[in-house]
């Protein structure tokens, strides 16, 4: 498979992947800075907690929705509707002394993500020539990731040299030039279900229920009652929402793509699977290398870009392989190196080698290109052409669903050896057990969701 970019497509690649970096960047960013917006606006530990929580039910809400309105109304006026939204929620931020406000601009620029998330992937998957449709989505995927990975190191330095205003300050000079670029340089759009009418029920009770479920995670440590009240909500409001999707002549999400379509389901449940490993993986490497190393925060930033350069290294490479062998099998071998790399952080100790640590890291590097560019073309392309916005707002939603249930059991787990005290030096003890505890789980899921990336069909 060539791994060359058809002429013209440089300027849209270019927008969607940093867009696409962006949106994970701007929720594990903003995470590893919650100390000093907290102190700079006064705000409370459960204020804190929903800063993060905001942005996630942006995010949950409109992927399905905007993978639709692409369809309708076109991917690449959708895509610029979201950028621009990120953009104006993100310099507004950077003003703001009011935590309500705050909380409502973090949904907003949620809700823009979710919109150029969606219509980013679903312009790749159009725009892409017969043969090269996995280099072009490989790409988006490695710029996913390596949102995630560099979220809390580069947020940190941000933070800690210039001021936590500037995260916000910078995403919004990012995303302006994503909409420079995409209005003047990018010319291509389709509408594949124009004059549809919308699924505004069936919006709705899908918005209800992921509404429910982010909440219900992130209040799983102070509340435990109420939120297993809004987890089982979200369990009866999701039900609706399909027994709707299934009578309606025009669905928000076709549920026969997960019925009838074995290659579209299991490739779905191997990214919600590999999804909520990974975003643990930042969340305890970070800490283990500032607790348990002694690493500054510019200095574990640095080390987790190792990840991140192992990457961009494999990308050209996963796609070759593509073109060579099964692109399941080589989405196969990706989730591998991914559940061994979990598993191999998940048995580290406070004294293992560096060369350990750094064998960990080349391992999720090269399984995550491995995994996320076959995985992803093989699902947007057993949708058909026809569903390809609602193939790509189901991968957000997959994503996000699963970075909401990855913080569930993280806080269930932190809750159980650490009690209500937040990780530190103080406790390492019982960090490193929790740690142990979820990246072998992790791991071990990883390893199972081999058999669904083996038991598809690729074609």
């Known amino acids: 498979m060539s791994t060359s970019i058809e002429k013209g497509h440089g300027w849209l690649l270019a927008a969607v992947c940093t867009s696409l970096f962006f949106m994970p960047f701007m929720m594990a960013g903003v995470n590893a800075v919650l100390p000093p917006l907290g102190q700079s606006l006064n705000a409370s530990a459960r204020e804190l907690g929903l800063m993060g929580a905001f942005y996630a039910m942006g995010l949950a809400v409109f992927q399905l929705a905007s993978g639709r309105l692409g369809d309708i109304w076109g991917y690449r006026r959708v ?13 507004l931020l950077g003003f703001v002394d009011s935590v309500p406000l705050f909380l409502l601009l973090r949904f907003v620029q949620g809700v823009g993500g979710a919109m150029f998330n969606a219509c980013g992937l679903a312009l790749l998957a159009s725009a892409a020539p017969e043969g090269r449709r996995a280099s072009y989505l490989g790409y988006s995927g490695s710029s996913v ?3 995630i990975a560099c979220g809390p190191p580069v947020a940190g330095f941000v933070a800690g040299c210039f001021g936590w205003r500037w ?67 979200f369990a009866a409001l999701l039900a609706l929402f ?27 449940l191997a990214a919600f699977i590999n999804y909520s490993s990974f975003f643990g993986i930042v969340f305890f490497f970070s800490l283990y290398l500032q607790f348990g190393r002694g690493m500054t925060v510019q200095q574990a930033g640095l080390f987790l870009a190792i990840q991140s350069l192992v990457q961009v290294l494999a990308t050209p490479v996963a796609a070759r ?26 048995l580290l100790q406070v004294d293992s080698p560096m060369s350990v640590l750094v064998l960990a890291q080349c391992l999720l590097g090269m399984g995550i290109s491995l995994f996320a560019l076959p995985n992803t073309t093989i699902i947007l392309e057993s949708a058909g052409r026809e569903r390809v916005g609602q193939a790509a707002g189901l991968t957000g939603a997959v994503r996000t669903g699963g970075q909401l249930c990855n913080m569930a059991l993280i806080t269930l787990t932190m809750g159980l050896f650490l009690g209500s005290q937040p990780a530190g030096p103080e406790n390492l003890d019982a960090f490193m057990a929790a740690m142990r505890v979820d990246l072998i789980v992790f791991g071990t899921l990883n390893l199972l969701a081999v058999g669904c990336a083996l038991a598809r069909n690729s074609r």
């Not at 099998?329 to 989730?335: D, N, R, T």
């Open 79 to 91: 895509f610029l509707w979201g950028v621009a939204l990120f953009a104006a929620a993100g310099a």
């Open 145 to 147: 990731y390596a949102g």
């Open 167 to 233: 995260l916000f300050w910078g995403s919004a000079l990012a995303s302006l030039l994503v909409f420079l670029l995409m209005k003047h340089r990018v010319k291509l759009e389709w509408r594949v279900a124009k004059g549809q009418p919308f699924d505004w029920k069936g919006c709705c009770l899908y918005a209800a229920s992921m509404t429910a479920l982010t909440f219900g995670s992130s209040e799983l440590a102070a509340s435990p009652v109420l939120a297993w009240c809004l987890l089982a909500a």
């Open 242 to 268: 399909c027994a709707k999707e299934l009578k309606s002549a025009y669905p928000l999400l076709d549920l026969r793509l997960l019925s009838r379509n074995r290659v579209f389901a299991l490739s779905s």
């Open 321 to 346: 392989l593509c073109g060579v062998f099964d692109p399941g099998k080589v989405s196969a071998v990706g989730i591998a190196l991914c559940g061994l790399g979990l598993v191999v952080c998940g």
